[in-house]
Each structure stands twice: as C-alpha cells, then as structure tokens.
C-alpha cells in the first residue's frame, strides 16, 4: 500500500462544520438573565446595555463609584439575587450594601459570575464583530456610545458646578455692593442657610434619605456607644428638660434624650428618612414624649420658645463639618 493510500483524505468543509457547529454552541448556550426582571439575553454584554437603558444601572458607573474588584462584583451580583432590591436603590446608595462575606457563598449557576468584570471599562483587544472578516465595528460603536455617555455625564456635572460658582458670585456681588454703598459697618446681611431656598439644598438632604448611610453610622460601634454613653451618662443633666436634636435622622439621639429622662424632646430633619424615624419612635412607645420635625432648623417654627438643651450628631465634628455652626448658634 502506498503512502498515499494510508494517509487519510481530509475533506475540505472538516473546518467549516467545526465552525458551524462551535458557532451553535454558542448561540445555544444558557441566557443570562436582567438583574431587575424577566427578560433573557444571548450574551451578557446586551444585558448590561438593557440594565443601562431600561433600569439606569450602570455597571461602570459603580464600579467607579464604589471603587470594586471582582469579589464586590460577585457579592453585589449574590446581593441582588437574593434581596431583589429596586434598582435605584443601588445606585443611589452612598455605600456599597454587599459588603458582607456571606455574599460571597455560592449559589444556583449564574451566567453573570462568568463575567470578566476586571476587564469592564478597559478596551478589549480582538473585535466581537467585523465586516466581511476586515472592518471591526460592534465595538468601535460600543466604545464610542460609553465615552459620550462618560462625557455627557462630566459636561453635565461641570455646568452644575458653574452654575453653582455663577450664583455664589452674584450674591458675592450683591453683599459687597450693599457693604459699600451703605458704609455702614453694623450693616445687617442675610443669614448664610436661612436665605438659601429649601430647594437649592434639596440634593443635600436627599443623600440622607436612604438607609445606606445611617445603617453605616448606626454600624459604627464606637460612635454610637459615645453617644449613648455622654446622654445615659449623664441623666441628671437631661432629666425634665426639654431637648432639640437637629438632624435628627433616624432619632437614635433623640430616643436615648427620651431614656435619660427629657419631658419632651424635638428632633427635626429636612430629610425624608423622618418618616421612618417616626415608625421606629412608635415601636419603642416613645411617642408621647419625642416629637418630630420635618423642615431645616433655620426657617422651621418650633412648638416652643426655647429649648434647654440641643443635641445633634453633628457635632462630633464640632459642626464644621457640615457648615451648619451659623444655624446653632
């Protein structure tokens, strides 16, 4: 037998089936399902781009934020599968809220954990897609609709800060022009906050109306005990007094002025996380003696003329922190 004849014949459409049936197996692979609803897709990339458009979930956009790895990733991914939270929720939160390890424990197979999401952001090197095997473009329009997007966002966020630095000039203006033409040194001038429209803080108050940041200062063992401690401590300072707490949140100050024996106590807060403040003063019975507020301290009547002792988070930065030492005093 020649060599011929011992070598196999090879067919030329062998690599072609091969392909054909590899590009099967992927397009008949599992669908990755939205993180907010229903809806199934081939490839995880048009997953994210409906998490984008149809949920305002950006992926980059947290991690950014965030500052996450891959192990946040998988966390955040656990997190959301179990706890089903609204997507704004996420977004909107000041702290990431899958910090804890048990997120981390693996579930039912999950097509989003297979998700390189160190490479997020970065340009991926081969293209996805191309035109007769020479013009790349999928990804080319990919890359450029993100960096619009980017920069949409960063035009957006500089024209708030001039027009923020626009009207702190005009009253800059309007101050140094009444000092000179008056010429009067005990001229009187507007308060820093209490002339400030509510709604021109509105952005402020809201990032405390979730419950991210007070499950965060509620967390911190050090700073809550202190509290606690300088208040109960301290009983016979408080006891029959009528006290104000300011910026009250979720009233934690205000409860423990309420146990260290205050006649009444008034907390008040701009924020909408008041309300759930008012549940939680209702579920320890402590209504008849803590009243709450909503409104800024600055230009809210209190029910009473004066009070005799004011308490507030704040000032374990001394109130420098939060530019609000002018409204305490």
Sequence with gaps: MTETEDTPTLCEGDDNDDSDGWDEMEVSGEQTTCLFCPSQFLTIAVALDHCRSEHKFDLLELKTKYNMDCYSFIKMINYIRLHKPDPHIITESCVALWEDDVYLKPGEMEPWL????????????????????????SNNINDLQRQIYELTLQVREKDNLLKSAMQDMAKMREVTKTIVESGDSKVSLPTSVASVPVGYDNE???????????????????????????????????????????????????????????????????????????????????????????????????????????????MGYFLLFEGMLDSFI
């Design 204 to 314: 402020y108050f809201n990032t405390y109306a979730h419950y991210g940041i007070h499950h965060e200062m509620l967390s911190d063992t050090v700073r809550t005990t202190s509290y606690r401690d300088a208040i109960l401590n301290n009983k016979d300072v408080f006891k029959g007094k009528i006290a104000l707490d300011v910026g009250c949140g979720t009233a934690i100050l205000s409860m423990f002025a309420a146990q260290a024996g205050s006649a009444k106590v008034y907390g008040i807060d701009q924020s909408d996380v008041l309300y759930k403040a008012m549940d939680i003063i209702r579920e320890n019975n402590l209504q008849d003696v803590v009243h709450l507020i909503r409104g800024r301290i600055e230009d809210t009547p209190l029910p009473v003329d004066k009070v005799d002792i004011i308490i507030s988070e704040w």
């Design 114 to 137: 297979m998700y390189d999401f160190d490479d997020l952001g970065s340009t991926p090197s081969t293209p996805h897609y191309a035109i007769d095997g020479k013009t790349p473009i």
